[in-house]
C-alpha cells in the first residue's frame, strides 16, 4: 500500500510540473519564471510526502534504491524517473505485458488512476518529466538497464523485458 501512495504522489507531482509547464510556454518571460515558482510549490510538498511514505517503508531493497543509489540521485528524482517510464509503458504495452508489469511492480496500476499516464504518452513525455525533475533526459538510457534487470530479478518473463527494452529506447 505504502508503494502504492508512493507512486501515486510522486505522479501526482510530475503531473504538476507537466500541467504548468505547458502553460509556461505560451507566456512571457516574467510569467514563465512566477509559473516555474508555482510548479515547485506544487511539486514540493507531494515529493515530501512521498519521500516521508518511502522512508518508513521496508528497508528492504528495491526497485527505487537501486536506481539511487547506482546513479547517485535523490529518491524523488528515482522515483520519478521510474513513474515516467513506467506511465509510458502502461500506454504502450499490451495487455498481457501490462498485467504482468503489474505483479512484478506493486502500486503501477495506480498511474493510470493518477491521470499521469495520459500525460506520459511517449519518450518525449518521458524527457520532459526527467526535465521537471531536475533530471538530464540522457539518464533515462542509464536507469532503464536498471530497471528491466529488477524485473528480470523478479522472474519477469522475456516478452516483457524485450518489450519494455524496446519501448525505452
Same mark, same amino acid.
Given at each position: 500500500?505504502?508503494?502504492? =501512495?508512493? /507512486? *501515486?504522489?510522486?505522479?501526482? *507531482?510530475l503531473?504538476?510540473?507537466?500541467?504548468t509547464?505547458?502553460?509556461?510556454?505560451?507566456?512571457?518571460?516574467?510569467t514563465?519564471?512566477?509559473?516555474?515558482?508555482?510548479?515547485?510549490?506544487? /511539486?514540493?510538498?507531494?515529493?515530501?510526502?512521498?519521500? @516521508?511514505?518511502?522512508n518508513?517503508?521496508?528497508?528492504?531493497?528495491?526497485?527505487?534504491?537501486? !536506481?539511487?543509489?547506482? #546513479?547517485? #540521485?535523490?529518491?524523488?528524482?528515482?522515483?520519478?524517473?521510474?513513474?515516467? #517510464?513506467?506511465?509510458?509503458?502502461?500506454?504502450?504495452l499490451?495487455?498481457?505485458?501490462?498485467?504482468? #508489469?503489474?505483479?512484478?511492480?506493486?502500486?503501477?496500476?495506480?498511474l493510470?488512476?493518477?491521470g =499521469?499516464? @495520459?500525460? /506520459?504518452?511517449?519518450?518525449?513525455? !518521458?524527457? @520532459?518529466?526527467?526535465?521537471s =525533475?531536475?533530471?538530464d533526459?540522457?539518464? /533515462?538510457?542509464?536507469?532503464?538497464?536498471?530497471?528491466?534487470?529488477?524485473?528480470?530479478?523478479?522472474?519477469? @518473463?522475456?516478452?516483457? !523485458?524485450?518489450?519494455?527494452s524496446?519501448l525505452?529506447?
Amino acid at each position: 500500500m505504502k508503494k502504492v =501512495l508512493i /507512486i *501515486a504522489l510522486s505522479s501526482l *507531482a510530475l503531473v504538476a510540473c507537466k500541467s504548468t509547464d505547458g502553460n509556461s510556454s505560451s507566456t512571457q518571460a516574467s510569467t514563465s519564471t512566477s509559473t516555474q515558482s508555482s510548479s515547485a510549490a506544487l /511539486i514540493g510538498p507531494a515529493l515530501n510526502a512521498a519521500l @516521508s511514505l518511502y522512508n518508513q517503508s521496508s528497508n528492504e531493497s528495491t526497485l527505487a534504491d537501486k !536506481v539511487q543509489n547506482e #546513479l547517485s #540521485l535523490t529518491s524523488e528524482q528515482a522515483v520519478g524517473g521510474i513513474g515516467a #517510464l513506467l506511465s509510458v509503458a502502461q500506454n504502450k504495452l499490451s495487455s498481457d505485458n501490462k498485467s504482468e #508489469l503489474g505483479q512484478l511492480i506493486p502500486g503501477v496500476s495506480a498511474l493510470d488512476s493518477t491521470g =499521469l499516464t @495520459s500525460l /506520459i504518452t511517449n519518450m518525449d513525455g !518521458v524527457q @520532459s518529466a526527467f526535465k521537471s =525533475l531536475g533530471l538530464d533526459p540522457s539518464l /533515462i538510457s542509464l536507469i532503464t538497464p536498471l530497471v528491466t534487470q529488477y524485473l528480470s530479478s523478479q522472474n519477469a @518473463s522475456s516478452g516483457l !523485458v524485450n518489450s519494455l527494452s524496446a519501448l525505452w529506447k
